[in-house]
T-cell receptor, first 116, second 111 residues
Framework: EAGVAQSPRYKIIEKRQSVAFWCNPI?????LYWYQQILGQGPKLLIQ????????DSQLPKDRFSAERLKGVDSTLKIQPAKLEDSAVYLC??????????????FGPGTRLTVT | GQNIDQPTEMTATEGAIVQINCTYQ??????LFWYQQHAGEAPTFLSY????GLEEKGRFSSFLSRSKGYSYLLLKELQMKDSASYLC???FGSGYNKLIFGAGTRLAVHP
């Protein structure tokens, strides 16, 4: 079974530039998550999708971050404009995600973003 | 609210046993996850406890006490490859299919 795919693996940009990350979840997984992991911290949830609808985006800085999951499969996360504090690893995860039951989340390899 | 605490760093010797503790406060409870994360890699699932007690899975075991808001991960016969961060995570929210993670415990295994 193929795992969660993410690209690019690494990205270096200057502050105020824009950047986009792509994620392809495990086939059949209805729920997709984007996390931000700053060095030395645990992953912090940014946004959760159920199929192609947003379930929770309460921690997404909506003035600069946006995400979409068209057709309920692939997803993109965009930052525009980037700030220095956005330097982090952006992890995508997916799960079967049926409501009421915690499911194991499967993580992709992440995108390491450096903002200079 | 939700809060998860775990030690920042631990060191241990190859072949030894180490216990990584996690204390949590959550509004509602629906189990506790442990994930392993090697440097520069994605977290991978280790265990999920929903009932009190010890669950053993090979060299790794996980314990839960719901009344005390406490869990631990026990690693036996430590190997160098066990050097990694160990993340404790609790489900929350409607549907309980979101996770809040602790900051992780960095374990260094020495020869």
């Amino acid at each position: 079974e193929a795992g969660v795919a993410q690209s690019p693996r690494y990205k270096i940009i200057e502050k105020r530039q824009s950047v986009a990350f792509w994620c392809n979840p495990i086939s059949g997984h209805a729920t997709l998550y984007w996390y931000q992991q700053i060095l030395g911290q645990g992953p912090k949830l940014l946004i959760q999708f159920q199929n192609n609808g947003v379930v929770d985006d309460s921690q997404l800085p909506k003035d600069r971050f946006s995400a979409e999951r068209l057709k309920g499969v692939d997803s993109t996360l965009k930052i525009q404009p980037a700030k220095l504090e956005d330097s982090a690893v952006y992890l995508c995860a997916s799960s079967l995600g049926l409501a009421g039951v915690p499911y194991e989340q499967y993580f992709g390899p992440g995108t390491r973003l450096t903002v200079t | 609210g939700q809060n998860i605490d775990q030690p920042t760093e631990m060191t241990a010797t190859e072949g030894a046993i180490v216990q990584i503790n996690c204390t949590y406060q959550t509004s509602g409870f629906n189990g506790l996850f442990w994930y392993q994360q090697h440097a520069g890699e994605a977290p991978t699932f280790l265990s999920y406890n929903v009932l009190d007690g010890l669950e053993e899975k090979g060299r790794f075991s996980s314990f839960l006490s719901r009344s005390k808001g406490y869990s631990y991960l026990l690693l036996k016969e430590l190997q160098m490859k066990d050097s990694a961060s160990y993340l404790c995570a609790a489900p929350f929210g409607s549907g309980y299919n979101k996770l809040i993670f602790g900051a992780g415990t960095r374990l260094a295994v020495h020869p």
